[in-house]
């Protein structure tokens, strides 16, 4: 199983940005896929995550409002756009799948975000 993250980069505060995560080897149709980042210095966080069967998110209160997490079945991939970023969402990204609901089993490398102000 791999699951290929992509889309970070470097953007101002206030912008966007689209992350993607691609999954291969397997699907999760009953399982969870989502996000955690972690920033220099500090712990990994989690940021998002979408149960793969009925579409129910949930997000960290930190971007509630301002982050979407979706997935497209046909392509077995994840997306996470991120609007009206801050400075504080700066980190590395990494994109996480289970095969249930209850447990994220795969990892996959990160991709860094970098918010300036």
């Known amino acids: 199983v791999q699951l290929q993250a992509s889309g970070g980069g470097l953007v101002q505060a206030g912008g966007s940005l689209r992350l993607s995560c691609a999954a291969s080897?397997?699907?999760?149709?009953?399982?969870?896929m989502g996000w955690f980042r972690q920033a220099p210095g500090k712990e990994r966080e989690f940021v998002a995550r979408?149960?793969?069967?009925?579409?129910?998110?949930y997000y960290a209160d930190s971007v509630k409002g301002r982050f979407s997490i979706s997935r497209d079945n046909a392509k077995n991939t994840v997306v996470l756009q991120m609007n009206s970023l801050k400075p504080e969402d700066t980190a590395v990204y990494s994109c996480?799948?289970?095969?249930?609901?209850?447990?994220?089993?795969?990892w996959g490398p990160g991709t860094l975000v970098t918010v300036s102000s």
């Open positions: 996480t799948a289970g095969g249930r609901v209850s447990a994220f089993d795969y």
């Open positions: 080897g397997r699907t999760f149709s009953n399982g969870v």
């Open positions: 979408i149960i793969w069967s009925t579409g129910s998110t």
